[in-house]
C-alpha cells in the first residue's frame, strides 16, 4: 500500500515481472526525449575506485513528472569467477522532486540491464540498416540476453551469433536462445566468424585492451559499443571509432569514459568529429544514416536518464499491480 511516508522496496524479482523490454525501450526513449529538449538533467557521473572494482553513482532529475534518481552501484569484474557474485550490485533511490520523499528503492542489476539494452535497440531503430537480420553479440556475461531481447523489439533478426573468450558461455547462452524457434543462433569461437556476417553488432564485456577493428566489421554494420563505461575499460580500436559515424548517449560521458575517449587519446578523432548524442536524433536534431554501406557506432557509457525514467515505470507498475514491500524507513516519528 501506498501513502505519504512510506518508499517501496522493488527487487530484482519483482522488476523482472514488472518489466519487458519493450517497457524500458518506451521508458528510455521518453528519457532521452526528455534530455534533448531541456526537460531533463543528468550531471556527469561520480566514480570512486577501489582494489579490482570501483562504485558508480549516476542521477537524473526528470522535471515534468517530478522524479529525480541515483543509482550507485558497485562494479567489480572478477566477482563471477572467484566469488559466483554478479559483476554489478547497487540501488537506485527514486525521490519525488516536489517532497523529497523517497517513492522507491529499487534493485539496481535489472535496471542496468533493461535500460541499457533498451538504449541499444533505441540506436539500432534509428541508426541499422532496415533490413537487418543477423546479430553478432561479443560478450555473453549478464548484458547479452537483454541485449538479443530487447534489439527483436526494433529489428526483425533471424539470426544471432555470439563470441566470447569462454566458450562455454557462448554455448550456454546459445542454448537457451536455441528454445526460440525463430532464431538461429550459433557460438563461434573466432571473433570474426561471428562479427563478418552481422549486420548488427553488441560488444558487452569488461575488455581492458580493444578487440573490434574495422576488419572485423563489414560495410554497413551498426555496432552498440556498451563495455566502455569507465575510463579504463576499452573494446574497440580507434581505426574503426575513426571509420564509423560515432553517437554518443552522452557526448561529455564519452569522451570522458567512453570508446571515444581512447579514440581522441590516440589521435584519430576529437569530439568535432561525433555526428550527434542520441537525444539529438530522438528528437530529430539529428538525422541517421544516408547509406546502406555506412558503419554507425553507438557509444553507450549509460545515463542517469534512462535510470530515472524506467525506475518511474517500474514504480508506477508496482503501485498498480501491488507489487513490492512498502516500508517506513522514517521509523513512526513525523
Excluded at 582494489?51 to 558497485?74: E, F, I, S, T
Excluded at 564519452?254 to 568535432?272: K, P, T
Amino acid at each position: 500500500m501506498d501513502d505519504q511516508t512510506s518508499t517501496l522496496i522493488l527487487t530484482r524479482d519483482d522488476l523482472a515481472a514488472l518489466m519487458r523490454p519493450a517497457d524500458y525501450l518506451q521508458a528510455v526513449e521518453a528519457g532521452f526525449r526528455a534530455l534533448g529538449v531541456g526537460e531533463a538533467v543528468s550531471p556527469a557521473p561520480l566514480h570512486l575506485p577501489f582494489p579490482h572494482g570501483g562504485l558508480h553513482a549516476k542521477g537524473a532529475v526528470w522535471r515534468a513528472p517530478g522524479m529525480a534518481a541515483v543509482k550507485v552501484n558497485a562494479n567489480v569484474p572478477d566477482n563471477p569467477a572467484l566469488r559466483g557474485l554478479p559483476t554489478i550490485q547497487g540501488a537506485v533511490l527514486l525521490v519525488d522532486t516536489q517532497s523529497g520523499r523517497l517513492l522507491a528503492i529499487l534493485d539496481s542489476v535489472e535496471i542496468t540491464l533493461g535500460r541499457t539494452a533498451a538504449a541499444s535497440a533505441l540506436a539500432a531503430r534509428l541508426l541499422a540498416r532496415p533490413d537487418a537480420e543477423t546479430l553478432a553479440v561479443c560478450g555473453c556475461g549478464a548484458q547479452a540476453l537483454p541485449h538479443v531481447l530487447a534489439l527483436r523489439e526494433v529489428l526483425q533478426l533471424r539470426r544471432v551469433r555470439l563470441h566470447d573468450l569462454d566458450p562455454a558461455r557462448a554455448e550456454a547462452l546459445a542454448q537457451r536462445l536455441e528454445q526460440r524457434a525463430d532464431l538461429e543462433v550459433r557460438a563461434l569461437d573466432r571473433l570474426e566468424d561471428a562479427t563478418r556476417e552481422a549486420e548488427v553488432i553488441v560488444t558487452c564485456t569488461t575488455a581492458r585492451s580493444p578487440f573490434l577493428d574495422l576488419a572485423h566489421v563489414s560495410p554497413g554494420a551498426f555496432i552498440a559499443a556498451v563495455g566502455t563505461d569507465a575510463p579504463d575499460k576499452h573494446e574497440i580500436t580507434p581505426r574503426l571509432m575513426a571509420h564509423a559515424r560515432v553517437v554518443a548517449d552522452v557526448l561529455d560521458q564519452a569522451l570522458a569514459m567512453g570508446d571515444l575517449r581512447h579514440a581522441v587519446a590516440a589521435g584519430a578523432m576529437d569530439a568535432g568529429d561525433v555526428h550527434a548524442e542520441l537525444a539529438d536524433l530522438v528528437c530529430g536534431r539529428a538525422q541517421g544514416r544516408a547509406h546502406p554501406s555506412e558503419i554507425w557506432l553507438f557509444d553507450s557509457t549509460g545515463s542517469g536518464v534512462q535510470d530515472v525514467a524506467a525506475a518511474g515505470v517500474a514504480h508506477a507498475r508496482a503501485l498498480a499491480a501491488g507489487k513490492g514491500m512498502s516500508v517506513r524507513l522514517a521509523g513512526s516519528e513525523p
